[in-house]
Nanobody, 115 residues
Framework: QVRLVESGGDLVQAGGSLRLSCAASGIIFSFSIADMGWYRQAPGKQRELVATISAGGSTNYSDSVKGRFTISRDGAKNTVYLQMNSLKPEDTAVYYC???????WGQGTQVTVSS
């Protein structure tokens, strides 16, 4: 079983920054070979991909966050991060991390950006 626990969500003013964390664990899980992703879901909208990072460190971003968000990983801590800068009200959503394209998701962390 894989367990993903997000943290770091908060209420922040537009233009501000937050860093989200996702700690991964599991007896059959090897973080070092796992692709990881951050997704978000705003009220009334479908869940969308925000950023991904491969086991080798290659990254991809949605056009809406490119240049503002940075995904990274720390193998020693089995943790993936999402640094979010220049936040906008439209970034308001519940943010989830996911193991690759598997069925394993975290519980989500709320990010609210006020204008």
């Amino acid at each position: 079983q894989v367990r993903l626990v997000e943290s770091g969500g908060d209420l922040v003013q537009a233009g501000g920054s937050l860093r989200l964390s996702c700690a991964a664990s599991g007896i059959i899980f090897s973080f070092s070979i796992a692709d990881m992703g951050w997704y978000r879901q705003a009220p009334g909208k479908q869940r969308e991909l925000v950023a991904t990072i491969s086991a080798g460190g290659s990254t991809n971003y949605s056009d809406s966050v490119k240049g503002r968000f940075t995904i990274s990983r720390d193998g020693a801590k089995n943790t993936v991060y999402l640094q979010m800068n220049s936040l906008k009200p439209e970034d308001t959503a519940v943010y989830y991390c996911r193991l690759g394209v598997s069925a394993f998701w975290g519980q989500g962390t709320q990010v609210t950006v006020s204008s």
